[in-house]
């Protein structure tokens, strides 16, 4: 009996199902990029900032998307992980919570072991200013502060979840949205960027690190063009390694990053060179996530733990105890976008700027550091400083992000207006947190920092 399956049938058969095999791995590889996204955040708002799953799954993911809205979620309190999947489980990828790390995507099938976090750091309280009856600071109109606050937080379309002013080192104003306090841990997204170059600073003081040298990149060994990349080369995004920061585009350099690679800085180190380092500047994550690496392998080949590091440094010494660091599967924090901190705290990071380095007599931060990271990179055009965004006027008619603010002002800056404005000329600290969706963060936060600032009269003899 003659078989029916014919030479002719089965190449037919071998090439359908390698097509069928494409494009299934193709797809899953692109449905991985929102199941990622959707499992990290949702893991990191129920298990790091103590929100409602429920509200979490519902709603925090509108306005993204349609096909966002195909990739289920599925809370698993007991492991204290979180899952998420595509049509027919395609892109299937988890993330797991850990006391003191935070949540992280368990991108190559798990995490790196890390030491045991250290015990609560002792808790400082942040002074606030005394109500306007009993002496409230003179230099603050209270009316028009308020006001502004109402104003901001009444029809609420900016999507304001907390806003916080600090002058002369007192809060004067903290107001959050229904269902977020002081106590409410904030995602920091490109917030993070500034973080990290405040740790390469606390390594700096410390003669750990000195920024003009080349980055100590163990894949650039004998690469003469990616070895000569310097520190301040990373810091101020102007390496000249090939990223693309493309959010839209589902399998760019910055989605596969952070969420399909296990080693978010080691992808980054092995980008290709572009440019010649220190004559281009773009701004990159994968820059932010090759900095925390970097400086993580050189504190261990001094023995010391970076996120122990982190703490005695610069959290526990400005009172921050609920900062978290979020690390990516192999152990090193994502520089570029995942810290989570109160409000108070993110102030207090700010304030640290605003003192020069200084917290309580003690310097933390080099002599001259903020003078350094707010010095602008030739190639920004005036815009970005080292991690941090600044608000000068540019070249060819390009005008300051934030219009009616001072020039002197730099800011940590995040995805959706998260942000901490430090603001020298009143000495003032604003911190606002948000989830401005469909609409420019800059614009819909311009009026309400623009009138926070205007309610306070700069200091006398400024």
Known sequence: MTSRWTPHVLLIAALI?????????????????GAGYKAKIACSEIFVAGRDADEILTSEFDGMAAAMRQVTAKVDRQARQVRA????????????????????????????????????????????APPR??????????????????????????????????VDGMIVSERYADGFSRETPFLSWSMAKSVTA??????????????????????????????AITWNDLLRMQSGLAFGEDYDAARSDVNRMLFEEADAGGFAANMTIDHAPGEHWYY????????????????????????????????DPVGA????????????????????????????????????GVWDGERLLPEGWVDYVRRPTTASNGQYGAQFWLNFDGGNGRVRFFEGLPEEMFYFAGHEGQYVFIIPDKRMVIVRTGLTRGRSPVEATTPLIKAIYDAVDAPDGA
């Open 85 to 128: 999947a595509g049509p027919l489980g395609l892109g299937g990828v988890r993330a797991i919570y850990r006391d003191g790390y935070g949540c992280t995507l368990a991108n190559g099938g798990g995490v790196s072991t890390l030491p045991a976090p250290g015990g609560p750091a002792n808790m400082t309280s942040w002074e606030e």
């Open 198 to 227: 405040t740790l390469v600073g606390a390594a700096a003081l410390r003669g750990l690190v000195e920024v003009n040298d080349p980055a100590p990149v163990a894949e650039w060994h004998g690469d003469s063009a990616r070895s």
């Open 17 to 33: 199902a390698g097509v069928v095999t494409y494009f299934g791995v193709k797809a899953d590889r692109l449905v991985r990029i």
């Open 284 to 315: 990159s994550s994968g820059t932010s996530n090759l900095i925390a690496r970097t400086l993580r392998q050189a504190l261990a080949a001094d023995g010391v733990d970076f996120y122990q590091f982190a703490r005695e440094t610069v959290f």
């Open 133 to 166: 009856s009993e002496g409230a600071l003179a230099r603050v109109n209270y009316a028009a502060l308020n006001a502004a606050m109402d104003d901001a937080f009444g029809e609420n379309g900016a999507h304001h979840r907390a806003v916080l002013v600090a």
């Open 321 to 356: 105890s609920n900062v978290v660091l979020e690390p990516d599967a192999s152990g090193s924090f994502i520089g570029s976008s995942y810290v989570y901190a109160t409000a108070r705290d993110w102030a207090r990071l700010g304030q640290l700027y605003l003192q020069d």
